[in-house]
């Protein structure tokens, strides 16, 4: 079973500023996926950003990047020049790579991000 | 555009109802999901359904059942409701096939046992 841990609860940022969420996993896959969902206060839960595990190659889209370190399996979202519409609960997200995985996720616990004005 | 939705954003029960929790997504997607959403818990998987009438269970699926008559509709049954099923529900949909599919959320229920 795979378990994806996420340490920190809360995190803060000021506008324009770059922040990072932590995020680590355990598993035993070698061919997986993993994510960052963004769920906006009262709102749906979006896709930010995803990454293939055979990649060596970070993904990034826009403003946001990630530090994947298969060995270390950790796998970090860093946010540049934060923005109000950044405040949301971000999750980290696991999925085994195959047929037979249907598309399950495993999920973190959570980060709230605050973007402060 | 891709649409999930779910019957209702807020839901109040007594303990001991039977509880329905609707999703619909109108994407034709083959796989849908429920989660349950707990402070500090993230979202754990309750059933998922990779056909019509195909259902398997998640991790946690203890006092839930689920039902899926039609490809877009996916349904969250509480038999008998009790007051630690109080809790977000969000319901989620992907496409079968291809190396890694995005998940698309309903808007979830919030769910009061009282």
């Known amino acids: 079973a795979q378990t994806v841990t996420q340490s920190q609860p809360e995190m803060s940022v000021q506008e324009a500023e770059t922040v990072t969420l932590s995020c680590t996993y355990d598993?035993?896959?070698?061919?997986?996926?993993l994510f960052w969902y963004k769920q906006p206060p009262s709102r749906q839960m979006i896709l930010v950003i995803r990454?293939?595990?055979?990649?060596?190659q970070n993904a990034t889209e826009n403003r946001f990047s990630v530090n994947f370190q298969k060995a270390a399996k950790s796998f970090s979202l860093k946010i540049s020049d934060s923005q109000l519409g950044d405040t949301a609960m971000y999750f980290c997200?696991?999925?085994?790579?195959?047929?037979?995985?249907?598309?399950?996720?495993?999920f973190g616990q959570g980060t709230i991000l605050t973007v402060h004005p | 555009d891709v649409k999930v939705t779910q019957s209702s954003r807020y839901l109040v029960k007594r303990t001991g109802e039977k509880v329905f929790l609707e999703c619909v997504q109108d994407?034709?997607?083959?796989?849908m999901f429920w989660y349950r959403q707990d402070p500090g818990l993230g979202l754990r998987l309750i059933y998922f359904?990779?056909?019509?009438?195909?259902?398997e269970k998640g991790d946690i699926p203890e006092g839930y059942s689920v039902s899926r008559e039609k490809k877009e509709r996916f349904s969250l049954i509480l038999e008998s409701a009790s007051t630690n099923q109080t809790s977000m529900y969000l319901c989620?949909?992907?496409?079968?096939?291809?190396?890694?599919?995005?998940?698309?959320f309903g808007p979830g229920t919030r769910l009061t046992v009282l």
């Open positions: 598993t035993s896959e070698n061919n997986y996926y």
């Open positions: 989620a949909s992907t496409p079968g096939g291809g190396p890694y599919n995005e998940q698309f």
């Open positions: 997200a696991f999925m085994k790579a195959g047929g037979t995985s249907y598309g399950k996720l495993t």
């Open positions: 994407m034709d997607h083959e796989n």
């Open positions: 359904s990779y056909d019509v009438k195909m259902k």
């Open positions: 990454q293939e595990a055979y990649k060596q």
